[in-house]
């Protein structure tokens, strides 16, 4: 018997499906905020971005390849156009290296960044959740700045 709840492949899909929605909000973002506009002391929208970018190839990386590399925010992107490009180029990577991991080793403990010991799949939910919460941010910094987001279950 399979207690499988939700095949790996349904996993990527709800995975990509907030990858686009979160696409639509930096593209729904004026350029001339992207980078300047913040609450109370929180980081730009484009900063929250790099960060997104600097989690998902690279720790998928590190699980398919067993490497732990601390991560790095810190991203030569400074522009609405230069962040959406590296988007579109990690959506590609993203499927091939999550495809290249095995559903056995999901369960398999892993020092992601050498920071954070989990099995496989926590890592990978969290690199969702993590999209999931900054996304939120942005649709908070896009109302404030008047600008009707993309629908939150439209993915």
Do not use: C
């Given at each position: 018997?399979?207690?499988?709840?939700?095949?790996?492949?349904?996993?990527?899909?709800?995975?990509l499906?907030?990858?686009?929605?979160?696409?639509?909000?930096?593209?729904?973002?004026?350029?001339?905020?992207?980078?300047?506009?913040?609450?109370?002391?929180?980081?730009?929208?484009?900063?929250?971005?790099?960060?997104?970018?600097?989690?998902?190839v690279?720790?998928?990386?590190?699980?398919?390849?067993?490497?732990?590399?601390?991560?790095?925010?810190?991203?030569?992107?400074?522009?609405?156009?230069?962040?959406?490009?590296?988007?579109?180029?990690?959506?590609?990577?993203?499927?091939?290296?999550?495809l290249?991991?095995?559903?056995?080793?999901?369960?398999?403990?892993?020092?992601?960044?050498?920071?954070?010991?989990?099995?496989?799949?926590?890592?990978?939910?969290?690199?969702?959740?993590?999209?999931?919460?900054?996304?939120?941010?942005?649709?908070?910094?896009?109302?404030?700045?008047?600008?009707?987001?993309?629908?939150?279950?439209?993915?």
């Amino acid at each position: 018997m399979n207690n499988t709840l939700i095949s790996k492949h349904d996993l990527l899909n709800h995975w990509l499906g907030h990858r686009n929605l979160t696409k639509r909000v930096l593209e729904k973002f004026p350029e001339d905020q992207l980078f300047t506009f913040q609450v109370d002391g929180m980081r730009t929208f484009a900063d929250l971005v790099k960060e997104l970018l600097s989690l998902a190839v690279p720790g998928l990386e590190g699980i398919v390849y067993n490497k732990t590399e601390p991560y790095n925010h810190n991203l030569p992107y400074h522009s609405k156009t230069d962040l959406l490009k590296a988007w579109d180029e990690a959506t590609p990577k993203i499927e091939k290296l999550f495809l290249q991991i095995t559903e056995e080793r999901f369960h398999e403990s892993f020092n992601l960044f050498g920071e954070y010991e989990f099995p496989v799949i926590h890592n990978i939910l969290y690199f969702i959740d993590n999209e999931v919460h900054h996304r939120g941010q942005g649709f908070v910094y896009l109302r404030l700045l008047g600008i009707e987001p993309p629908f939150f279950w439209d993915r």
